[in-house]
RNA sequence: GUGGGCAUAGCUCAGUUGGUUAGAGCGCUAGACUGUGGCUCUGGAGGUCGCGGGUUCGAAUCCCGUUGCCCACCCCA
């Protein structure tokens, strides 16, 4: 029996590590400099949270989540996204009795049953940054700074964000009714999925790829008029703070955000060139999930940013990481009495903390050179026959060839400092 | 769930109107250099031609089915 990975799953493969340490480092400085605390949620949680927190009618909610029964009958759902772990994590561990606002940050895999294609999978990464307890503007002004910061600490510069407010329950069922009522008069005008959206999610008539459909959405009524004067105050104060800043952004009426918890502010980041999929980052404020979850009533912000779609964005702009570390010597040796000798000193290196490896099958020099040239080391440290006689190491400097014998006990500070490890 | 494209060596790909033992480059490995990497040269290993069936004297090539991957829709990170 021959097994592959999941459809959707992918592995991770050491010539790509480079990337996921880089951009993890990155996020992680980044949080960390604007005060933002590490929290784990775990992986899988009773279904009913996510029903409840990302919506009941929502496609992920609806046909996209991997459910199973445990051992104990009961209904888990692999996490689809992080936001209702942690909201439930905030009532659950009443992280309300904390200094507010919360700020945290996480990173780690989710999971979505979908067909996979360019920047999607079904397994995928997800930076995930939020801010619990906190209602003012300059906040999502905050969360949002924190996404722009990590891409361009990783090097990202061709992105372009997207701003939209998607007001409250006061006034977003208004601004529906007013939608709908326009758009009767255009229903002929508009692709079959439209008329369908018309019924279903009316806000989604908004953001249809259609040529046709967009132009006509383009001259729908915009949700900014219809806006109640708390949620109008909030955006434009948001706007206020952007322009102040001088950050290039776009305000996008048309953009709407597929999660049922949104309320007021909603943004994206968009790459170009990484396919269809180009959403970097999706987020926005949710001020009555965290009550939908048992948690006291608590205004909330937040984002998820794809790693996958960064990495991929990293490498469409030519972007190389830095490179992962790689042991400073190689241990070569010839005959028995050697390989004994060779074996305590590349310990002895190690226990030091300079990175050693060896072959240790017995190969020809040549081969081990070979080697020793490939995974980069510094120093290659030869032991034949000879140098076990005379107590001595051959020192040889790969870089420019230069070696020379040196007694056992200076081995080591001649090769320290000599490699990134 | 729907639509399109592609499956030949570890990787990237050739393979003529169906015709002997399916090739190249890179990579791996060994030697040239009996104890020395990168360059060069020479040799070696490595293939159920995705899988199953059919047509045919003969199939990598044609037909049917199937699986997988990629891309797009829906939707989302």
Known sequence: MKFQAPRGTYDIL???????????EMTRQVCELYGYERIDVPVFEQTGLFERGVGETTDIVEKEMYTFRDRSDERMTLRPEFTAGICRAYAERKLHGRPQ?????????AFRYERPQAGRYRQFYQVDV???????????LEVMQVAW?????????????????????????????????????????????????????????LDC??????????????????????????????????DALGRPYEVNHRMVRGLDYYTKTVFEVWAEGIGAQNAVCGGGRYDGLIGMVGGPETPAIGFASGIERIILTM???????????KPAVFVAYLGAEAK????????????AGVGAAALWEDRSLKAQMKQADRIGAAYTLIIGEEEVKNGVVMVRRMADSTQTALPRWEVL????GGGTA
């Open 14 to 24: 050491p010539e790509d590590q480079a990337y996921w340490r880089f951009v993890t």
């Open 101 to 109: 606002p919360l700020r945290l940050y996480t990173i780690g895999p």
């Open 130 to 140: 939020e801010v619990l307890g906190s209602q003012d503007p300059a906040i999502d």
């Open 149 to 205: 910061q990590i891409y361009e600490a990783v090097g990202i510069k061709g992105l372009s964000f997207q701003v939209n407010s998607t007001g409250c329950p006061a006034c977003r069922p208004g601004y529906i009714a007013t939608l709908k009522a326009w758009y009767e008069q255009h229903l002929d005008g508009i692709c079959d999925d439209c008329r369908r959206r018309y019924g279903e999610n009316p806000l989604r008539l």
């Open 209 to 242: 790829k259609r040529e046709s459909c967009g132009k006509i959405a383009e001259g729908a009524p915009r949700i900014a008029k219809s806006l109640c004067g708390a949620c109008n105050d909030h955006f434009v104060q948001l706007r206020s703070y952007l």
């Open 315 to 325: 490498k469409q702009e030519g972007i190389e990481p830095p490179e992962v570390p």
């Open 340 to 351: 004994d000798a060779a074996v305590v000193l590349a310990q002895e290196l190690r226990s």
């Open 413 to 416: 500070d001649a090769v320290k």
